[in-house]
């Protein structure tokens, strides 16, 4: 999931958008990877896990609302398989003792690190 991450923070920290092309064989890697150890995940990958899939998410329901028809459906549908996952990842932190206020602080600091690693190169 590690590969994962750095591409996401890659992506978000980019000027321009990247292709339709390019979403959907990402969002076939996560998918694939993420059906290979979804059960086994330590809690650190876990939350990178949960910050990707929560950015796709993000970004497929905001081009679907852009995007042309065909385009539109094929995003809906990558949002809505990957919310699955989302929820459980949810339920698994929250079984942790983690609590929303715990996610979204943690999610900025996962921003922020991406921010400052983009700067760095």
Do not use: C, P
Request: net charge negative; glycine share 4%.
């Amino acid at each position: 999931m590690q590969a994962q991450y750095d591409k996401i923070q890659h992506y978000l920290n980019m000027e321009e958008d990247i292709t339709f092309k390019e979403f959907q064989q990402f969002y076939k890697e996560v998918v694939d990877e993420l059906s290979t150890i979804h059960q086994g995940m330590d809690e650190e990958t876990l939350w990178k896990a949960l910050f990707v899939v929560e950015n796709i998410i993000s970004n497929a329901d905001g081009r679907a609302s852009d995007a042309s028809n065909q385009e539109a459906k094929k995003y809906k549908k990558m949002s809505q398989r990957l919310q699955l996952y989302a929820k459980n990842f949810g339920v698994r932190l929250g079984q942790a003792g983690y609590k929303e206020e715990d996610i979204n602080e943690r999610f900025k600091v996962m921003f922020a690190e991406g921010e400052s690693n983009q700067q760095s190169t």
